[in-house]
């Protein structure tokens, strides 16, 4: 399935970009367990203060890591360089889809907007521009949808990407199934992925989403409107957005969190209590994994993406005590677990406990409320 927004791919495109995707899945495969192997051989063993640190310091003198670590990046830049290149060619086309969208939703963008500076000055994902590259029209958007998909392997939900937002929909059903708020907000939408398929669960709530980058919302509001969603898009910061206070029923991220500033978690869950109506419900959706869970090589693997992916979030995320960040903000009835992925959801759904299934299989999720 897909949408009338998506770039197409040639024949040619769709090859490199098969490509791109089974390279690096080698790279995360086949070639990692190598590198998996060596970390364990410099384990300085129980106890280390930083030992991930320590081990990932370490391997960069290993020949076969620098080289696993450079191919890995590589296969990261291609990712982007062979779907931009078909975005690029395909600029005009996407303007015009735009364009014909139906007149419905509404995006707005601040000119006086001032983009978080860890956002600006790194490229998050290696993407170039990352969330807030921005030519005036809708291309950067078109990057990441399409880029996503590759870069995800197809794994959430295909071309739609859209497996995030039933996957916090079926969450709703499971904890709250009478739960039926009348205006929701999306801190972090980007294109609008996961705010579409929540929103529709909700048709008669009223849709909104913020993000960083205006290309992105331009973007998003020509797919929903395509997809038939009425959503209202706004340039905004999830730590300080641009609404009043107790202006939502609900509150949600997908994967925002691991892309703060770090040292601002707890920022965003006050920014979520101070934009809930009493009783209104927060949820936040992320990696499924907890730091102190991982094995050695995956507590390694973190200090990659924060360092080399542009992730400098990512420990942060994964170690934070929810419970307490959501009590400390005002919250109640806090659940911290995680929620089996799906496609499709349900009322009476279950799915959520306090074991992850694997990254694409189950998603952590916390909610609670106001």
């Known amino acids: 399935m897909s949408?009338?927004?998506?770039?197409?791919?040639?024949?040619?495109?769709?090859?490199?970009?098969l490509f791109v995707r089974d390279l690096k899945g080698f790279v995360a495969g086949a070639a990692e367990e190598g590198q998996r192997a060596?970390?364990?051989?410099?384990?300085?063993?129980?106890?280390?203060?930083a030992r991930a640190e320590e081990i990932f310091d370490r391997l960069h003198g290993l020949a076969s890591f620098r080289n696993w670590a450079a191919l890995r990046r590589e296969s990261q830049e291609l990712l982007w360089d062979v779907v931009g290149a078909s975005v690029r060619r395909q600029a005009a086309e996407l303007e015009?889809?735009?364009?014909?969208?139906?007149?419905?939703?509404?995006?707005?963008?601040?000119?006086d907007f001032v983009i978080p500076s860890h956002l600006a000055d790194h490229d998050?994902?290696?993407?170039?521009?990352?969330y807030v590259g921005?030519?005036?029209?809708?291309?950067?958007?078109?990057?990441?949808?399409?880029?996503g998909a590759v870069y995800m392997l197809g794994r959430n939900g295909g071309l739609m990407n859209d497996r995030r937002g039933h996957t916090a929909a079926a969450h709703l059903f499971h904890r709250f199934p009478d739960f039926a708020p009348k205006r929701l907000l999306e801190l972090g939408c980007g294109i609008g992925a996961s705010l579409v398929p929540l929103a529709g669960y909700f048709p008669g709530a009223e849709a909104h989403?913020?993000?960083?980058?205006?290309a992105q919302l331009r973007y998003a509001h020509a797919r929903a409107a395509h997809l038939g969603a009425a959503v209202h898009l706004r340039l905004g910061d999830a730590l300080a957005a641009p609404f009043p206070d107790e202006s939502f029923d609900l509150v949600f991220s997908c994967v925002t969190i691991h892309e703060l500033q770090p040292g601002t978690i707890g920022a965003m869950m006050d920014e979520c209590h101070r934009l809930l109506r009493p009783g209104g419900v927060?949820?936040?959706?992320?990696?499924?994994?907890?730091?102190?869970?991982?094995d050695?090589?995956?507590?390694?693997?973190?200090?990659?993406?924060?360092?080399?992916?542009?992730?400098?979030n990512w420990k942060a995320a994964t170690s934070a005590d929810y419970v307490a960040l959501l009590g400390q903000a005002g919250f109640r009835d806090i659940a911290v677990g995680y929620q089996d992925a799906t496609d499709a959801a349900a009322r009476g759904n279950a799915g959520f406990g306090a074991t992850s299934k694997g990254v694409f299989r189950s998603w952590a999720v916390m909610s609670a409320i106001r």
Do not use: F, K
């Open 3 to 17: 949408h009338p927004m998506l770039p197409g791919a040639s024949h040619d495109e769709m090859a490199e970009q």
């Open 38 to 49: 060596a970390a364990a051989a410099l384990d300085p063993g129980e106890g280390h203060n």
């Open 96 to 111: 015009a889809r735009a364009a014909a969208a139906p007149a419905i939703g509404s995006v707005t963008v601040d000119p």
């Open 124 to 130: 998050v994902h290696l993407m170039p521009g990352g």
């Open 134 to 147: 921005d030519d005036g029209g809708v291309a950067q958007g078109a990057l990441m949808d399409r880029g």
């Open 209 to 214: 989403g913020i993000d960083v980058g205006a």
């Open 282 to 294: 927060v949820l936040h959706l992320e990696v499924p994994q907890r730091y102190a869970e991982m």
């Open 296 to 312: 050695l090589w995956g507590q390694v693997r973190g200090e990659i993406e924060a360092r080399y992916n542009n992730e400098p």
